[in-house]
């Protein structure tokens, strides 16, 4: 019963590949978020889905693509991989479009770009 | 634009010693203001929230922080620290839109 989860935990590739990180949350939350978690533990967002629509895009190589099947999910395609794509992602879900509301995270998935 | 800054990227306390982490933020309007944990391998986790009234916020594992308008600070206490208190924190603050503008956060060591 994970309230936010994502699939895989860990990933390692090689640079040049394509590949999908999975989010899913029981939440019944309307709103979505994919955050990149650098070596630092800088905390940048990337994008936000609220009732599968897109409502933040930041300033992210268009390598990377969002899509939102459905409320419950958000998953994040990454094509052509780099060597600085190498992080932690996090899933993130929120009951409202705001940024005055508690956001829930899910464990993270680990990038590795060899 | 709305932007948090926390003083001190590490901290080090012995375990029974107070916990404080300092957090400033920058806002054009009333903001709303988190503390949010970080275990390691972990995804965040809220910690407390501000949002109006109260300005002393109480939150889980008896962590608080106090909101000062003037000083334009949000920063974390917890009076005795516990070895399981050892984390990354991040201040977070709600910008006009969409957004959390997050900190670029504490490690909090705690020796025995």
């Known amino acids: 019963d994970t309230a936010v989860s994502q699939t895989p935990k860990y990933l390692v590739t090689q640079m040049g590949n394509d590949k999908s990180i999975k989010c899913e949350q029981n939440?019944?939350?309307?709103?979505m978020y994919w955050y990149k978690q650098d070596s630092k533990k800088f905390l940048k967002i990337m994008f936000s889905y609220n009732n599968k629509e897109l409502i933040i895009n930041e300033t992210v190589p268009n390598r990377f693509s969002p899509k939102s099947p459905d409320k419950a999910h958000l998953n994040l395609h990454i094509n052509s991989l780099e060597l600085g794509d190498s992080a932690v992602y996090f899933c993130a879900s929120s009951q409202l479009a705001t940024s005055t509301d508690t956001q829930y995270f899910g464990p993270g998935t680990r990038l590795t770009v060899l | 634009a709305q932007s948090v800054t926390q003083l001190g990227s590490h901290v080090s306390v012995s375990e029974g010693a107070l916990v404080l982490l300092r957090c400033n933020y920058s806002?054009?309007?009333?903001?709303?203001l988190f503390w949010y944990v970080q275990y390691p391998n972990q995804g965040l986790q809220l910690l407390l929230k501000?949002?109006?009234?109260?300005?002393l916020v109480k939150g889980i594992n008896g962590f608080e922080a106090e909101f000062k308008k003037s000083e334009t600070s949000f920063h974390l206490t917890k009076p005795s620290a516990h070895m399981s208190d050892a984390a990354e924190y991040f201040c977070a603050v709600s910008d006009e839109g969409f957004k959390t503008i997050f900190g670029a956060g504490t490690r909090l060591f705690v020796k025995a």
């Open positions: 939440l019944g939350h309307d709103t």
């Open positions: 501000y949002t109006t009234g109260a300005t």
């Open positions: 806002s054009s309007v009333p903001p709303y």
